[in-house]
Nanobody, 123 residues
Framework: QVQLVESGGGLVQAGGSLRLSCAAS????????MGWFRQAPGKEREFVSA????????YYADSVKGRFTISRDNAKNTVYLQMNSLKPEDTALYYC????????????????WGQGTQVTVSS
């Protein structure tokens, strides 16, 4: 079992930066593929970024490529999402998720979810 708690969200102006953190409990965190997803009001949950358990492979949605960076520190049981050059369309509730299997980009494949952290980007 893995429990996930996100933090780091907030209100930022367009062009600004935020770093989201996702703290995981559970000794097997290092074996999980980890992903970040987001959901804006009235929209479906969408893939943002994901990383393999080793950190050797990372994936990004086209909409965030070049602006967001995912990373993890298995010693601290934490995964991060550095978000730069934020745009109003990045406004959403951001979730981290874990999967004890190969990495995928579908939210339906992830087993464990945090409660989400709100990111609001003003224009």
């Amino acid at each position: 079992q893995v429990q996930l708690v996100e933090s780091g969200g907030g209100l930022v102006q367009a062009g600004g930066s935020l770093r989201l953190s996702c703290a995981a409990s559970g000794r097997t965190f290092s074996t999980y593929a980890m992903g970040w997803f987001r959901q804006a009001p009235g929209k479906e949950r969408e893939f943002v970024s994901a990383m393999t358990w080793s950190g050797s492979n990372t994936y990004y949605a086209d909409s965030v490529k070049g602006r967001f960076t995912i990373s993890r520190d298995n010693a601290k049981n934490t995964v991060y999402l550095q978000m730069n050059s934020l745009k109003p369309e990045d406004t959403a509730l951001y979730y981290c998720a874990g999967r004890r299997a190969i990495l995928t980009m579908s939210p339906h494949d992830y087993d464990y979810w945090g409660q989400g952290t709100q990111v609001t980007v003003s224009s």
